[in-house]
């Protein structure tokens, strides 16, 4: 707590009287036991969380190495850039110390522009087989959708002349045009 000390002004003679000088001193030790208290609180009170972190799960160890066969490239072309060129291969790389059945794998130089030569031009020739087929299945989904959507109309409009029929009849025509369409 604090204390005020009180002492004597002046001298103890007949002279003037002077005020008394008051000291004050503050005493810590109270501030320092809550300060002890609330750390000790805290410490006590609070949880500490594990790290979180993701378990990584390794390939298994091979025994020889030499055994493991990567698998096979089958239709992949990778580009390489240098010197503000633009090289190619296709398949599998082959180094000049492991030849294919080939031999060595050889970069092919390629550029960026609009001509023969172009990656453009190249990535499109690769892939003309996807291009030509996606119109051709583009057909195909496009009569499936008119074919699911004329049914769906058919027999949810309740003026038609498919409720009226048999089933059997419904399901035939439906089984003709599927054989037509096919």
Do not use: C
């Not at 130089?109 to 190249?122: C, H, I, L, Y």
């Amino acid at each position: 707590m604090a204390e005020i000390a009180e002492s004597g002004g002046g001298g103890h003679g007949k002279g003037k009287k002077r005020a008394k000088k008051g000291s004050t001193r503050v005493d810590m030790t109270p501030m320092v036991d809550l300060a002890f208290l609330l750390l000790t609180f805290f410490v006590l009170t609070s949880t500490f969380s594990k790290p979180k972190v993701m378990p990584l799960n390794y390939p298994a160890k091979v025994k020889d190495p030499s055994t493991v066969k990567a698998p096979k490239v089958n239709n992949a072309a990778t580009f390489i850039l240098a010197d503000d060129k633009v090289y190619y291969y296709r398949g599998e790389f082959y180094p000049k110390t492991k030849p294919g059945p080939n031999g060595p794998t050889e970069l092919q130089e390629a550029n960026f522009g609009t001509g023969e030569n172009s990656v453009r031009k190249m990535l499109a020739s690769w892939n003309e087989y996807v291009i030509r087929n996606k119109a051709i299945l583009q057909q195909k989904l496009d009569t499936i959708k008119k074919h699911k959507t004329k049914i769906k109309t058919e027999t949810t409009t309740p003026h038609n002349t498919a409720l009226t029929k048999k089933p059997t009849e419904t399901h035939t025509e439906h089984r003709k045009y599927k054989k037509e369409h096919e």
